[in-house]
C-alpha cells in the first residue's frame, strides 16, 4: 500500500486527539515489515497535484487530495483506499484525464 507522505499531514490533524493512534499507524507505515511503501514528496508530484487541483477546481480537492491522484498517476495505482468518495469518485487521471480512480474498500 502506497502512503504518499502529504497525507500524513492530513491523517494527523484528524487524529489530532487520538496521539496514540497515530504513533501507531506511523509505527506500522515505517515498519519493513509491513505492506506500506511510504511515497517521498517529489517534486513533479506537486506540480502535478496542483494541476489535478486546478482541472477539478469545483471539488475544491486541495493539495493532499491531488498529491495522491498525482501519485496514483505516476505509479500506475489507480485503486485507492479513501473515505472521500465523492471527490475521488468524480476525478480522473491520465493525460487525456481518462483514467479514472477505483475507490476501496
Keep these: 500500500m502506497i502512503v504518499p507522505a502529504l497525507v500524513l499531514a492530513e491523517v494527523d490533524y ?4 487520538e496521539r496514540a493512534a497515530m ?9 519493513p515489515k509491513t505492506r506500506y ?7 513533479l508530484d506537486l ?3 496542483l494541476e489535478i ?6 471539488l475544491g480537492l486541495g493539495l493532499v487530495d491531488g498529491m ?3 501519485v496514483a ?13 465523492r471527490d475521488f469518485g468524480a476525478i480522473a487521471v491520465g ?4 483514467r479514472a480512480l477505483e475507490i476501496a474498500p
Design 73 to 85: 498517476e505516476r505509479r500506475g495505482v489507480y485503486r485507492i483506499l479513501t473515505t472521500d468518495r
Design 14 to 17: 484528524f487524529l489530532r486527539e
Design 95 to 98: 493525460r487525456r484525464y481518462d
Design 47 to 49: 506540480v502535478r497535484a
Design 68 to 70: 495522491v491522484a498525482a
Design 23 to 31: 504513533r501507531k499507524l506511523l509505527a506500522e507505515i515505517l515498519d
Design 53 to 58: 487541483d486546478a482541472r477539478f477546481a469545483s
Design 37 to 43: 511503501e511510504l511515497e517521498p514528496v517529489e517534486p
